[in-house]
C-alpha cells in the first residue's frame, strides 16, 4: 500500500519532461516509445503481408495457367512453388498476423488504453522489435541461398522438414526454421511485456472490469502464446539439429517419432489460432461501440467466453491430425472438444450483435470492416465445424475445402482485423483523418474479391481437390473444364483484390500527411487513448489520467452527450 | 544512452514489484520450454524400455554432486538477497559471486562429464537417449550461463548500492534454474 | 522497493535438501523399481517445492503466482496425456512399429551397444 500511494505522489507532481528533439536514429529506429515500436512491427507487418501477397499471386498464375509465364516472376518450377506456399503461409501467420495483431496493436494502444506512459519495460520492448526484425532479415536472405526458400509447407512436418533429400531445401530449411524460432523470442519477450504491464501499470482507479476489451484480449493472447509456443521451442530444437546435425528425434528408422512434431506443431498452432484471432475481436469490439453508440453488450461474459475459448484451445489440437494415424480413442475426444469450442465464439459473436441491436449504427469505414468480420468469420467457424468431425474430416482432410475454410477465418483476422483498426486507430496514430470514399472504395474491393476467391474453392475442395498439387493438368479427374474455370475465376480475384489495396495504400499515404486534422476525439469514443492528444507526444498524456467508469458507457441516458469517457469525474 | 525508466514501471497495481511480476512470467515461459522438451523425453523413455540400459553409463556422482553444488549456490543468491534486503552490499556482492562460483564448479563437473563421455562413444548422434541427454543438459547448461552474466552485471550494480531488488528477480531465476535441475538428475541419472 | 519480509532460517533448509538429495541417492541401492521411482521422482518434487517455497519466497508470494505456475504444469500435463497415446503406440491394425533397438535385437539377437 505505502508503495502505492508513493507512486501515485510522484505521478501527481510529475511533469511532463521537455526533451530536447531526438535525432533520426533514435526517434525512428531505436527508440524506446511504445508508440514508435508499434509502428515498426506495423509498417514492418505490411511490408511482409506485400511480400506474401505477391506470393499468393505467383501462385495463383501458376495454378489458372499452369506452366506459364507469371508476369512479374517468369515461369514456376515445382521447387518454387513449394517455397512460395510454404513461405505464403508462414509469412501470414507469423510474420503478418502476429506483428500486426498482436505486437503492433498492443504496443501501440496497451499503455494509451490502460493510461500509463509508456511499456513497463521500453528497452525489452525494443530488444523484442530487433530480435523480430533480425527473423526477417533471417527468413528473407532464406530465399536466395542455393535451393531456395523453405519448401516443406509451413507445417513443416517431419520427414518431409528434416531431411533436405526431401525438402530439397538444404539451407533454406534451417534457415526457415531459425528464423520461425526468433520471431517466437520477440513475442515472448513482448507478451512478457504486455502482461506485466496491463498488470500493474493501470491508471488510478482503473479496476479489472474497467479494462477495454481490447487491452483484455491482447492480455489473454499473450498469455495463450506464452503457454502454447514452449513445447513447439523445444521441438523446433529437435528440429533443428536434425536437419542440421543429424540428429534422429523425428526419423522412425532410428527410433524417432515424426508423429510427435505433428502434436508439437499443433499444440501449439491451435491456441495461436486464437492468439491472433482474440486481438481482431476485440478492435472490431470496439469499433462495434463507437458506431453503435452503445455499450458493449454482456462485458463479463464476453471476458468470460474469452477465457473459456483460450482454455479450451488447448484441448483441440490433434483436429489437424485426424488423418496422421493417431489412436482413434482420441480422434473422438478431440472432435467432441473441437465443437465443443464452437459454443463460446458463437456466444461472443452473439454478444457483438446484440450489442449492434438497437444501437444508431453509423457505417463509416472501420465499421464496415467490422461488420464484414463478423459476417466472414461466421463462415469460417461454420465450415470448420465440417471439419471437425473426425469422419468427414477424412474426406476433406488436406483439400481446398480446407484451404478455403481457414482462410475465412485468417482472412477476416488478420486483414480485416487489421484494417479495422487501421482505419479506427488511425486519427490517434498520425493526428489525421484517413478519406472515407477512398475507404469505402477499398472495403468493397477487398471484400468482394475476397469471397470470389475462396467461394469457389470450397467447391473445388469437396470436387477433391487436393491442396499440394503442382499443376493440376497432370490429373484428368481435376482438369475438368468446369473446375479450372473456378480456378481462373479464383485467380483473377485474387488479382482484383491485390489491386485494390493499391488505394488503400494511397490513401494511407497521403493521409500521413495531408488528411483532415483529427483532433484528440474524432470518433467520441470513451476509452483513454481517445483522451491523449493526436498523435500523442513522448509520454502520452499532458497529466497521467485517472478512471471513474467502465469503457463503454455510450448513450446512458439522462446525459447531454451520448458518450462519458472513462476519466470524466461526472 | 540516457534512458529514464517510465513512470509506468515504478506502478504496482498487483502489489507485486513490476520486476518480480516479470521475473514470473519468464519463469512460466521457461517451464513450458523445458517441459515440453522433458516431456518429450518422458514419452520417448517410456515407450522405449532398453533405455535404462543406456542410462546405466551416466555417472550418478557426477550428477549428485552437480545436484549438491546447485542446491548450495540456491542458498548463497538466497544468501544474497536476505543481504541485499538488509542493505548489506559487501556480503550481497560476495554471496552474489559465491553464487557465480558454484555455477562455474557445475560448468566444469558438467564438462568432464561430456568428455568422459564422448570419449567412451556415446556422443549427440549414438541414439536418441543420447541426443535427449545432450540436448536437456545443454540447454540447462545455457541457462545456468546466461544466470552467471547476468548476476555478474547485477553484482556491480549491487556494489554501487543501485537495483537491490534485481538480486531477488535473479535469484527467483537461479531457483528456477535449481529446480529444473532437481528433475533432470533422476530422469537421466538415477532412472536406470 | 523491494518489499520486506522475515527471512527463514536458509541454511537449516538447505541442510534438509541435501539430506533429501542423499536420500534420493541411496534410494536406487535398494534394487526396488517402485522405491527408486519414490525416492528419485518424489523427493525431486519434495526438493523442487522446497525451493520453490523458502528460497524463490511462494511461501509468501501472492496466491495467483502459484496459479501461474502450475496453469504451465497443467498445460504440460495435457500435452502429455494427449500425445503419449501416439508416441507409445507400438503397433496399429495394419502396422507396427517396434522400438528400433528390439527390431534390431531380433534380427542379430542383442548385439551390444559400443
Known amino acids: 500500500m505505502t508503495m502505492a500511494e508513493s507512486t501515485a505522489a510522484t505521478e501527481s507532481s510529475h511533469e511532463v519532461h521537455h526533451h530536447k528533439e531526438p535525432d533520426f536514429w533514435s526517434k525512428y529506429v531505436f527508440s524506446t516509445d511504445h508508440k514508435m515500436i508499434g509502428m515498426q512491427y506495423m509498417f514492418t507487418g505490411i511490408v511482409m503481408a506485400l511480400i506474401g501477397g505477391y506470393m499468393a499471386y505467383v501462385f495463383r498464375m501458376q495454378l489458372a495457367y499452369p506452366g506459364e509465364h507469371v508476369p512479374g516472376f517468369g515461369t514456376v518450377t515445382p521447387l518454387a512453388y513449394n517455397s512460395l506456399i510454404t513461405n505464403h503461409g508462414a509469412i501470414m501467420i507469423f510474420w503478418v498476423a502476429m506483428p500486426i495483431l498482436i505486437a503492433a496493436l498492443g504496443n501501440f494502444l496497451i499503455p494509451l488504453m490502460i493510461g500509463c506512459d509508456d511499456m513497463v519495460f521500453p528497452r525489452i520492448n525494443r530488444l523484442s522489435y530487433q530480435i523480430f526484425l533480425i527473423s526477417v532479415i533471417v527468413l528473407i536472405s532464406s530465399f536466395f541461398v542455393p535451393g531456395g526458400g523453405f ?419 461526472n | 544512452m540516457a534512458f529514464t525508466a517510465p513512470l509506468a514501471t515504478a506502478r504496482s497495481a498487483t502489489d507485486i514489484p513490476t520486476g518480480r511480476l516479470a521475473t514470473w512470467w519468464v519463469v512460466v515461459s521457461e517451464i513450458v520450454i523445458f517441459g515440453g522438451l522433458v516431456v518429450c523425453y518422458i514419452m520417448f523413455r517410456l515407450h522405449h524400455t532398453d533405455w535404462a540400459e543406456h542410462a546405466s553409463h551416466t555417472s550418478t556422482t557426477a550428477g549428485a554432486f552437480n545436484t549438491f553444488v546447485l542446491l548450495t549456490s540456491s542458498l548463497f543468491i538466497v544468501l544474497a538477497h536476505q543481504a541485499a534486503s538488509a542493505r548489506d552490499l559487501k556480503k550481497a556482492f560476495r554471496y552474489i559471486w559465491f553464487t557465480i562460483g558454484g555455477g562455474c564448479i557445475f560448468l566444469v563437473v558438467k564438462s568432464i562429464e561430456w568428455t568422459n563421455e564422448i570419449s567412451h562413444g556415446y556422443t549427440l548422434f549414438t541414439n536418441n537417449f543420447w541426443s535427449f541427454y545432450y540436448v536437456t543438459t545443454g540447454l540447462h547448461g545455457l541457462h545456468v550461463i546466461a544466470g552467471m552474466v547476468i548476476m555478474a552485471i547485477i553484482s556491480i550494480g549491487v556494489k554501487k548500492g543501485e537495483h537491490l531488488p534485481r538480486v531477488e528477480y535473479i535469484g527467483i531465476y537461479w531457483h528456477f534454474v535449481d529446480i529444473v535441475w532437481l528433475f533432470l538428475f533422476p530422469l537421466f541419472y538415477i532412472a536406470k | 522497493m523491494s518489499q520486506e519480509h522475515a527471512h527463514p532460517n536458509y541454511i537449516k533448509i538447505w541442510a534438509i535438501l541435501t539430506f533429501l538429495l542423499f536420500v534420493s541417492i541411496v534410494g536406487p541401492m535398494a534394487g526396488i523399481q517402485a522405491v527408486t521411482l519414490i525416492t528419485a521422482f518424489g523427493i525431486a518434487v519434495v526438493k523442487a517445492a522446497m525451493v520453490g517455497a523458502y528460497f524463490m519466497h511462494l511461501n509468501i508470494e501472492k496466491r495467483y ?44 539377437g542383442g548385439g551390444s551397444h559400443h
Open chain 3, 65 to 108: 503466482v502459484w496459479y501461474m505456475l502450475f496453469t504451465a504444469l497443467i498445460f504440460l500435463g495435457l500435452f502429455f496425456f494427449g500425445t503419449s497415446p501416439d508416441v507409445l503406440k507400438a503397433e496399429g491394425t495394419n502396422w507396427v512399429n517396434p522400438s528400433p533397438e528390439q527390431a534390431h535385437a531380433e534380427t542379430d
Open chain 1, 151 to 569: 519448401g516443406g509447407a509451413w507445417t513443416a512436418y517431419p520427414p518431409l522438414s528434416a531431411q533436405s533429400q526431401y525438402n530439397l531445401t538444404p539451407f533454406g530449411a534451417p534457415l526457415w526454421l531459425l528464423a520461425v524460432a526468433l520471431e517466437f523470442v520477440a513475442f515472448l519477450l513482448g507478451g512478457i511485456n504486455f502482461i506485466t504491464t496491463t498488470m500493474n501499470a493501470r491508471a488510478k482507479g482503473m479496476k479489472m472490469y474497467d479494462i477495454p476489451i481490447m487491452v483484455w484480449m491482447i492480455v489473454i493472447a499473450s498469455l495463450l502464446f506464452m503457454a502454447s509456443v514452449g513445447p513447439l521451442i523445444a521441438g523446433a530444437v529437435m528440429l533443428l539439429f536434425d536437419q542440421t546435425l543429424g540428429t534422429t528425434f523425428y526419423n522412425p528408422e532410428n527410433g524417432g517419432d515424426p508423429v510427435l512434431w505433428q502434436h508439437l506443431f499443433w499444440f501449439f498452432g491451435h491456441p495461436e489460432v486464437y492468439v491472433v484471432l482474440l486481438p481482431a475481436m476485440g478492435a472490431v469490439a470496439e469499433v462495434i461501440c463507437v458506431f453503435s453508440r452503445k455499450k458493449l453488450f454482456a462485458y463479463k461474459t464476453i471476458l468470460y467466453t474469452t477465457f473459456a475459448t483460450g482454455i479450451l484451445s488447448f484441448f483441440v489440437w490433434a483436429h489437424h491430425q485426424f488423418i496422421a494415424g493417431i489412436d482413434p480413442r482420441m480422434a473422438h475426444v478431440f472432435t467432441v472438444t473441437t465443437v465443443i469450442i464452437s459454443i463460446p465464439i458463437a456466444e461472443m459473436l452473439f454478444c457483438y450483435i446484440a450489442t449492434l441491436f438497437g444501437g444508431s449504427i453509423e457505417l463509416r469505414t472501420p465499421m464496415l470492416f467490422a461488420l464484414a468480420f463478423l459476417a466472414e468469420f461466421l463462415i469460417g467457424g461454420v465450415t470448420g465445424i465440417y471439419l471437425g468431425s473426425s469422419g468427414m474430416d477424412i474426406y476433406f482432410h488436406d483439400t481446398y475445402f480446407v484451404l478455403a475454410h481457414f482462410h475465412y477465418t485468417f482472412f477476416p483476422i488478420a486483414i480485416i482485423g487489421f484494417f479495422t483498426s487501421i482505419y479506427y486507430w488511425f486519427p490517434k496514430m498520425f493526428g489525421r483523418m484517413m478519406n472515407e470514399t477512398w475507404g469505402k472504395i477499398h472495403f468493397w474491393g477487398t471484400i468482394i474479391p475476397f469471397n470470389c476467391i475462396f467461394l469457389p474453392l470450397f467447391v473445388l475442395g469437396m470436387a477433391g481437390q487436393h491442396r499440394r498439387i503442382y499443376n493440376f493438368k497432370n490429373f484428368p479427374d481435376l482438369a475438368t473444364p468446369d473446375l479450372h474455370n473456378l480456378r481462373i475465376f479464383a485467380t483473377w480475384s485474387a488479382v482484383v483484390m491485390l489491386v485494390f489495396q493499391i488505394p488503400f495504400m494511397i490513401n494511407f499515404m497521403v493521409s500521413i500527411f495531408r488528411g483532415k486534422k483529427a483532433g484528440k476525439n474524432p470518433w467520441k469514443a470513451n476509452t483513454l487513448e481517445w483522451t491523449a492528444p493526436s498523435p500523442p507526444p513522448h509520454g502520452n498524456f499532458k497529466e497521467l489520467p485517472v478512471v471513474y467508469r467502465p469503457p463503454y458507457e455510450y448513450s446512458v441516458p439522462g446525459r447531454e452527450k451520448d458518450y462519458w469517457p472513462q476519466n470524466e469525474p
